[in-house]
């Protein structure tokens, strides 16, 4: 845990402070964009296309402006994590993309703007895909 929080403060100070959208650093390759007081990154190996991890992160972007209501930022996502887990869930299982077309992501998720909210159990299923993430990242 000590090493994933000092790669996370290596990266962020390597790229909080210049107009690039794309990083390499550790071996690996980092695209990014800032929206207000948020920072979002997708990191993939070295030898991943680049062109293939930004359009990830666009497809992040877009679909989390879409649940946050255009306000893509830190206060906005944190009061919103329960939609945000879903758009990630919808894009990547395991480290394996599964989806980049924001539009899609979107239409899986099925949020709309005048939704109440989300079910208990839609909830429950990204926590539970959480857990087995996390679970199969410490088993390597």
Same mark, same amino acid.
């Given at each position: 845990?000590?090493?994933?929080?000092?790669?996370?403060?290596?990266?962020?100070?390597?790229?909080?402070? +210049?107009?690039?959208?794309?990083?390499?650093?550790?071996?690996?390759?980092?695209?990014?964009?800032?929206?207000?007081?948020?920072?979002?990154?997708?990191?993939?190996?070295?030898?991943?296309?680049?062109?293939?991890?930004?359009?990830?992160? +666009?497809?992040?972007?877009?679909?989390?402006?879409?649940?946050?209501?255009?306000?893509?930022?830190?206060?906005?996502?944190?009061?919103?994590?329960?939609?945000?887990?879903?758009?990630?869930?919808?894009?990547?299982?395991?480290?394996?993309?599964?989806?980049?077309?924001?539009?899609?992501?979107?239409?899986?998720?099925?949020?709309?703007?005048?939704?109440?909210?989300?079910?208990?159990?839609?909830?429950?299923?990204?926590?539970?895909?959480?857990?087995e993430q996390i679970k199969?990242?410490?088993?390597?």
């Amino acid at each position: 845990m000590k090493e994933q929080m000092a790669f996370e403060k290596n990266v962020f100070n390597k790229t909080s402070r +210049t107009d690039s959208e794309i990083a390499f650093f550790g071996g690996m390759t980092i695209v990014y964009k800032s929206s207000i007081d948020l920072f979002l990154y997708v990191v993939g190996s070295s030898h991943e296309n680049e062109l293939m991890l930004m359009s990830v992160l +666009t497809c992040l972007f877009e679909s989390l402006n879409h649940v946050l209501r255009k306000n893509v930022e830190k206060r906005w996502l944190l009061e919103n994590m329960d939609g945000a887990f879903l758009v990630l869930d919808e894009i990547v299982d395991g480290g394996v993309i599964l989806e980049s077309d924001p539009q899609q992501v979107i239409q899986k998720v099925n949020f709309r703007a005048d939704d109440s909210g989300l079910t208990e159990q839609s909830v429950a299923q990204v926590l539970q895909s959480a857990k087995e993430q996390i679970k199969w990242s410490l088993l390597k």
